[in-house]
């Protein structure tokens, strides 16, 4: 890993549940308006470059065209979430999407 300043750069992975850096789960706003979440579902996870402050884990930052993406950390990769339960969590988000768009139609 390089250096740059105090941060490192590293490398996450985009997975459905968030993007995956250190057993650390991160998201954003920004990528959630990016679709990556739901486009990993269709193509697969992949792999983008981060810069990161070894001391402090609470966030990343993607280096994403034009601009630098900061991401917060949600969860611990440890934790264990009931399949059922991140199911419903999952539809229940496609459900408000859905009726985003239709409320933004009209």
Do not use: C
Request: aromatic share 12%; no cysteine.
């Amino acid at each position: 890993m390089q250096m740059i300043g105090s941060l490192k750069l590293g490398v996450a992975v985009i997975t459905a549940k968030g993007i995956n850096f250190n057993d650390l789960y991160y998201t954003n706003a920004k990528i959630i308006q990016l679709g990556w979440f739901e486009r990993v579902i269709i193509e697969g996870e992949w792999r983008i470059p981060i810069l990161f402050d070894p001391i402090d884990v609470s966030e990343i930052y993607i280096l994403h065209p034009y601009q630098v993406i900061t991401a917060s950390a949600i969860s611990l990769s440890d934790q264990k979430i009931d399949p059922e339960i991140e199911k419903k969590y999952f539809e229940t988000v496609q459900s408000l999407k859905s009726r985003l768009q239709l409320y933004r139609k009209e």
